[in-house]
């Protein structure tokens, strides 16, 4: 294994030990796949579970042993082999073939890019003082370690990250500031209506939020930050937390000569530019059901574009492609759900009782239903899941009666065409 001059090959091989490559190594053989796999992963554990790290693992109710999404037993067991505390360095499409780190040189039959995403930086890195990030369990570790011991802490980025992080921190009885360059919290994945209830929650928590402010600098040094924002305020704190996004990890792909363009583009069948290369996941730009292309960072896109190319690998899925209805989640105190892109709706309809957290924002564009944010209702997730899930027809008549809130109002893509910072 040491062997640098060591050549081996593999039937499929897999870039990436996220959720979407081990999700495909465990579905390729579940659809009785035979051949030889092979798992690089960058980081020294097997895969595991990220949503965890901003909720239960921070708040300190899960340990780390429990975030393994399988052991490496079951790899084992299953006839995958693993390349842990390694990646790749060099793509040859010409004679199919990969270069590891450590000089190894691996032939593949399909290659499959689930290399993922990283941390959008506030600075320039080894100036980043007192700036903590969450995306693997080393920054958890570190961030938790930090939390511990803290008074303070200033929070960039109102997005479900963000909120998460904010919440688990302020339940330890830290002083939580949350700047957002957007003008309400959520703004890329909610509707107006589900910003300010999420606001609502977290500034009734003692969260002090400021939302429309651009930042013109940060200070830091070891116990204490200094951010000016656009107004000429100085907000303060011990630490930063910067959750700003992410960038998908392409530059392998752009330099095997694959089709980039803000992620890896795949066609329906989630086929790259070369028919032997795949890609899925966070790093993979795909064409959706509406006529354009996206990028989704969420749990169920990682598993459900995994089972699908795994059944595309063996023979077994419809050709018609990729199509699965995106859905959400956030535990932010309350359980948030989304089903759809509410960006996409031109009107919204609320039921239920806003001022208590459980109601039902339901999008529609041309009179269909095409997206549904729940607070504190799962059986309108789960139903809004189905009928998106069999494109049925559903018009703002077929909601049922109000019980409080309903309203109408303007498209969350028209409120706000602003990300986080």
Not at 115 to 133: D, F, K, M, V
Not at 214 to 240: K, M, W
Not at 308 to 319: I, M, N, R, S, W
Not at 324 to 345: E, K, M, N, Y
């Amino acid at each position: 294994m040491s062997d640098v001059n060591f050549i081996a090959s593999t039937d499929v091989l897999v870039l990436g030990g996220g959720l979407a490559g081990s999700q495909l190594t465990q579905s390729l053989r579940e659809e009785k796949f035979a051949g030889s796999i092979t798992l690089v992963c960058d980081e020294k554990i097997a895969p595991y579970h990220r949503p965890p790290l901003s909720k239960a693992y921070l708040a300190g109710s899960i340990k780390e042993q429990n975030l393994s999404i399988r052991d490496l037993r079951h790899y084992d067991l299953r006839g995958i082999q693993p390349l842990l505390d390694t990646h790749a360095v060099k793509v040859n499409r010409q004679d199919k073939s990969v270069v590891l780190c450590n000089g190894r040189t691996i032939h593949y039959d399909k290659l499959v890019f689930a290399t993922g995403a990283r941390n959008r930086h506030l600075l320039p890195r080894g100036s980043e003082t007192e700036i903590y990030y969450l995306r693997t369990l080393h920054d958890a570790q570190a961030l938790k370690t930090r939390v511990e011991c803290a008074n303070s802490v200033t929070i960039i980025g109102a997005g479900f990250l963000g909120l998460e992080v904010a919440h688990s921190i302020r339940e330890k009885g830290i002083e939580v500031t949350v700047i957002e360059k957007a003008d309400r919290v959520l703004a890329r994945t909610s509707s107006d209506a589900v910003s300010r209830a999420m606001h609502d929650l977290h500034a009734a928590a003692g969260i002090r939020i400021i939302c429309g402010q651009g930042i013109n600098g940060v200070r830091t040094e070891a116990g204490y930050t200094s951010i000016e924002l656009e107004s000429g305020e100085t907000v303060s704190s011990e630490f930063i937390v910067a959750c700003i996004g992410v960038v998908p990890n392409t530059e392998l792909a752009t330099s095997a000569g694959l089709t980039v363009d803000n992620g890896i583009v795949v066609n329906s069948q989630l086929q790259a530019s070369d028919p032997s290369v795949y890609a899925l996941g966070d790093c993979a730009l795909f064409p959706s059901s509406f006529d354009t292309y996206h990028r989704i960072e969420s749990v169920q896109n990682a598993i459900d574009q995994a089972k699908f190319l795994a059944g595309h690998l063996t023979g077994k899925t419809d050709h018609s492609g990729y199509l699965a209805t995106p859905w959400f989640w956030s535990d932010q105190g309350v359980r948030l759900q989304i089903v759809g892109l509410p960006s996409r709706a031109e009107k919204f309809e609320t039921r239920g009782d806003v001022p208590a957290n459980r109601f039902s924002i339901y999008g529609f564009k041309n009179n269909q239903l095409v997206s549904v944010e729940s607070i504190g209702r799962p059986s309108d997730h789960m139903a809004a899941r189905k009928i998106l899930a069999a494109s049925s027809p559903f018009t703002p008549e077929m909601l049922p009666p109000s019980t409080g809130q309903s309203v109408s109002h303007a498209s969350a893509s028209d409120q706000s065409r602003s990300s986080e910072p």
